[in-house]
Nanobody
Framework: QVQLVESGGGLVQAGGSLRLSCAAS????????MGWFRQAPGKERDFVAA????????YYADSVKGRFTISRDNAKITVYLQMNSLKAEDTAVYYC?????????????????WGQGTQVTVSS
């Protein structure tokens, strides 16, 4: 099993930056592709970004391309989401996910483990 704990959320002004972290426990972390999803009020949870097991491949939703960067440190069993040029529409609860595949459609279809979420609020 993999346990995921997110941190780094908070309140930031539009145009600002935040870095989310997802600390994992469990020996099988490196066996999973990792991703971030978000859920805004009244909306469904949706894919933000993902990264393959050894970090060789990354995937991003169109809405965050060029602004967000996903990375992972398998030695620290942690995955990160650097968020720059934040907009009010980025406001959401952000969830870390562990899945068999980082490809967007495949990750949307199957996530094996979820974190509890961290709130990101961007004021305009």
């Amino acid at each position: 099993q993999v346990q995921l704990v997110e941190s780094g959320g908070g309140l930031v002004q539009a145009g600002g930056s935040l870095r989310l972290s997802c600390a994992a426990s469990g020996r099988t972390f490196s066996s999973y592709d990792m991703g971030w999803f978000r859920q805004a009020p009244g909306k469904e949870r949706d894919f933000v970004a993902a990264i393959s097991r050894i970090g060789g491949s990354t995937y991003y939703a169109d809405s965050v391309k060029g602004r967000f960067t996903i990375s992972r440190d398998n030695a620290k069993i942690t995955v990160y989401l650097q968020m720059n040029s934040l907009k009010a529409e980025d406001t959401a609860v952000y969830y870390c996910a562990a899945a068999p595949s980082a490809q967007m459609d495949l990750m949307r279809a199957r996530v094996d483990y979820w974190g509890q979420g961290t709130q990101v609020t961007v004021s305009s």
